[in-house]
């Protein structure tokens, strides 16, 4: 059974996580497209039931919580993947002129690491156990 506490922490960090997802994309970004505003939107939606479930204690809630963690586990790696090699490739392909760029592509996938790599990495792990060490 997953602890009160951690429950509810496990819940604050998803609506902080939806909220970073939600100014960073929809905010942040000055142009819209699909490819990005469709996963993004199905994750800040994920994390808010997420969080509502778990706080709640719904029966569902813990499933969900780590169904929406590998998936923005998932979406974390890819995203900070192609990060990393889109900052790679504009130093090797333009050189000095490209380290501009490079250092921001860098900046926005450390940005990404704690949200969507290494909080739902934790999390996966953590609801898999039964959030008190044992596993289900």
Known sequence: MLSRRAAVVFGVADVLTAL???VGVFRGLPSRW????????ALV???V???????SSARWGRS???ATAGAALAVGVALATTLALTAAWLRGVYGPIGAGGEVIFALVAALV???LVVLPAVK?????RGGDGQRE
Do not use: K, N
Request: charged share 5%; hydrophobic share 65%.
């Open 64 to 66: 969900f919580a780590r």
């Open 45 to 47: 939606v994920g994390h």
């Open 20 to 22: 970073v997802i939600f």
């Open 34 to 41: 699909p490819a990005v505003d469709v996963p993004a939107f």
């Open 113 to 115: 690491l704690p949200y």
């Open 124 to 128: 996966v792990i953590w609801l898999g």
């Open 49 to 55: 039931v997420s969080a509502a479930g778990l706080i």
